[in-house]
Each structure stands twice: as C-alpha cells, then as structure tokens.
C-alpha cells in the first residue's frame, strides 16, 4: 500500500513538472511575473518539486490560486451610449421638446423651416429609392 502511495505521488510530482516546463515555455514573455522566463525554466528543471509549484503560485501570467476562488462578476458600468434604457429615454426627451418647441413657435413657422421641410422630404424619398433599388 505504501508503494503504490509512493508511486502515485512521484507520478504525480513528475506528471506537475512536465506540465510546468511546458507551461513556462508556452508563457509569453511579457505575462511572466517576477523573473525572466529563462530564469523560471531553470527553476523548474533544477528545484523539483519547489521549483514547479513556486511556477504554478507564482510566476504564471494567470497563477494557479487565482483560478480556486471564482473572480466576481464583472459589474463595470455600461456607458451611455451603449445603455438601449438610455438610449430610448434619450429619443423620447428629444421627440418632447420637439413637440414642446414647435406648440410654443405655433403654426406660423416660417419659410425657412419649410425649405427645411421640403429638403428633408425630397431627402426621405431619395433614401427610400436607394433602398428599393439594393
């Protein structure tokens, strides 16, 4: 019984280095912490077991521990302009003070607003003709 407990852990201890010298070798460069990636291969190679663990706690770009106690959600703030809440109150506070401008200017608004409105229209009609034609 004690054989096959020792056999399991130096297989386990084997099977931690081999996954840290790969993973040290597959690490980019500037994700590693502490020491220079060269520095923490020879760590691994020459320090087992200490060598791997110390790799796997703390030089990997995403260490080991960090994955135990799961990251809080992400409860950034959304900016406005991609809020669709904000975005909807916005159209609505600009359609209400349109309508509030034009009852306070009353039916007389001039010609220039009609020149306005005719471009506007002529503007939709040719829209409308593009998007027939595609």
Same mark, same amino acid.
């Given at each position: 019984?004690?054989?096959?407990?020792?056999?399991?852990?130096?297989?386990?201890?084997?099977?931690?280095?081999? @996954?840290?010298?790969?993973?040290?070798?597959?690490?980019?460069?500037?994700?590693?912490? @502490?020491?220079?990636?060269?520095?923490?291969?020879?760590?691994?190679?020459?320090?087992?077991?200490?060598?791997?663990?110390?790799?796997?706690?703390?030089?990997?770009?995403?260490?080991?521990?960090?994955?135990?106690?799961?990251?809080?959600?992400?409860?950034?703030?959304?900016?406005?302009?991609?809020?669709?809440?904000?975005?909807?109150?916005?159209?609505?506070?600009?359609?209400?003070?349109?309508?509030?401008?034009?009852?306070?200017?009353?039916?007389?608004?001039?010609?220039?607003?009609?020149?306005?409105?005719?471009?506007?229209?002529?503007?939709?009609?040719?829209?409308?003709?593009?998007?027939?034609?595609?």
């Amino acid at each position: 019984m004690i054989v096959i407990l020792r056999g399991l852990l130096l297989f386990g201890l084997f099977a931690v280095w081999i @996954y840290s010298i790969v993973d040290v070798i597959r690490a980019p460069q500037e994700a590693v912490h @502490y020491l220079h990636k060269l520095v923490w291969l020879a760590l691994v190679i020459l320090l087992n077991p200490i060598g791997p663990l110390a790799w796997l706690f703390l030089g990997r770009p995403v260490p080991i521990g960090s994955r135990l106690i799961p990251a809080p959600a992400d409860h950034r703030p959304v900016a406005p302009d991609d809020s669709p809440e904000f975005l909807a109150r916005l159209d609505e506070e600009i359609k209400r003070r349109r309508r509030a401008d034009q009852l306070r200017k009353g039916p007389e608004q001039g010609p220039e607003q009609d020149r306005v409105d005719d471009e506007i229209k002529r503007l939709e009609d040719q829209f409308e003709e593009n998007d027939e034609e595609s």
